[in-house]
């Protein structure tokens, strides 16, 4: 009898069990693959000049998850690679490719234009966006987004390497900086994280 | 930095030191760049195999697509920096794999001649200090 008690007493107990652990992981807020920004904070505008003459700002996004990657032209390595990730985590997304947007930005505006920016871009996908500007227009939005670049020496033809930050940052529908990712992450976790930021509920931080 | 990437690291590692060459010879393998357009830089990855009991190493590449090569190394500097560092040379020890790839080394092709499609092909000439000239091909892909 006593026997019998004990385990009617220890099947109740991992019932309980399994419903707190039920309970904690369909509650817990998503699980971002990517850094994520605690708390969130209100992505700083960004107004530049696209290809077409067109002004892009940062703000008239909402609605939309924008990826924002800083970089340059003369990059033959490090940017592509990224670049490449971008366009295999953004062809996946399928019908859901046009609630993103890939913004390409320049390090390196001596050298980049808007349309050497979209150029660029264009070979990866062109609903991609590069954006370039004056040194004075760049500057306040590398200083707000923690973009470190650093000019190398120039070369007997005038080449030069440019060190820079080589995070991509990600802004969510609400228009947060939400995310972001070092150099080397895998398309498949960042993909992953796209689709619960599309899925965002509307008021949701 | 996640255990997934670290698991990753540790075993992208173990398959390079585990990639014995096969051949008793060094070989330029796999060869590929990625598509890009005319005026604009692009790299050139591959596995030097060095089969044979002689350390060597590559000292410069040559292409007539670009109007000029460099061999470069990609490295991360603190706080996600990357950048860009010439090389003189690239040592290729005796009996080992070394792999040009994304985000380490690679041959930069600087100022291309012409745009360059997936699925072109063009050769390249790589001169080592022991094994002297080897041309390959190289194939242009995404990935």
């Given at each position: ?29 998503p699980?971002?693959r ?29 609605g939309k998850v924008v990826l ?15 670049l490449a990730t971008l366009k295999q985590a953004y062809t996946n997304l399928g019908s859901d490719a046009n609630k993103v947007e890939i ?21 990866f996908d062109a609903s991609f966006i ?40 990600v802004?969510d529908k ?12 895998q398309w498949q976790d960042i993909l992953f994280d796209l689709r619960l930021l599309i899925n965002q ?5 | ?141 995404e990935q």
């Amino acid at each position: 009898m006593d026997r019998k008690l004990a385990w009617v007493g220890l099947a109740s107990l991992a019932l309980i069990a399994l419903a707190i652990v039920a309970t904690l992981m369909l509650g817990k807020p998503p699980q971002f693959r990517g850094t994520t920004y605690d708390p969130l904070v209100p992505a700083p505008e960004i107004a530049l000049k696209k290809a077409n003459g067109e002004e892009y700002r940062l703000t008239d996004q909402k609605g939309k998850v924008v990826l924002l990657y800083f970089g340059y032209t003369y990059c033959p390595d490090i940017c592509p690679t990224t670049l490449a990730t971008l366009k295999q985590a953004y062809t996946n997304l399928g019908s859901d490719a046009n609630k993103v947007e890939i913004v390409f930005i320049t390090v390196d505006p001596d050298r980049d234009t808007p349309q050497s920016m979209q150029r660029y871009v264009n070979q990866f996908d062109a609903s991609f966006i590069g954006l370039s500007g004056s040194t004075a227009d760049l500057q306040p939005v590398w200083t707000e987004y923690g973009i470190f670049r650093e000019l190398g020496p120039k070369d007997a033809s005038g080449n030069y390497i440019v060190s820079h930050t080589a995070r991509i940052l990600v802004v969510d529908k609400q228009g947060n900086l939400h995310l972001s990712y070092p150099y080397g992450e895998q398309w498949q976790d960042i993909l992953f994280d796209l689709r619960l930021l599309i899925n965002q509920g509307g008021s949701q931080g | 930095m996640s255990w997934k990437k670290v698991f990753g690291t540790l075993l992208a590692l173990l398959l390079l030191v585990g990639c014995q060459p096969k051949s008793s010879t060094l070989e330029v393998q796999n060869a590929w760049a990625r598509p890009s357009i005319a005026g604009q830089n692009d790299a050139v990855y591959f596995v030097i195999a060095n089969g044979t009991s002689q350390d060597d190493a590559l000292l410069s590449a040559s292409v007539e697509i670009a109007s000029s090569t460099e061999l470069h190394m990609s490295m991360s500097e603190a706080n996600d920096v990357m950048t860009m560092k010439p090389m003189q040379e690239v040592a290729v020890p005796a009996h080992q794999n070394v792999e040009f790839a994304p985000g380490g080394y690679h041959v930069m092709l600087v100022g291309l001649a012409k745009p360059l499609e997936a699925g072109d092909t063009f050769p390249i000439r790589l001169i080592f200090k022991t094994a002297g000239q080897i041309q390959v091909q190289v194939t242009v892909k995404e990935q």
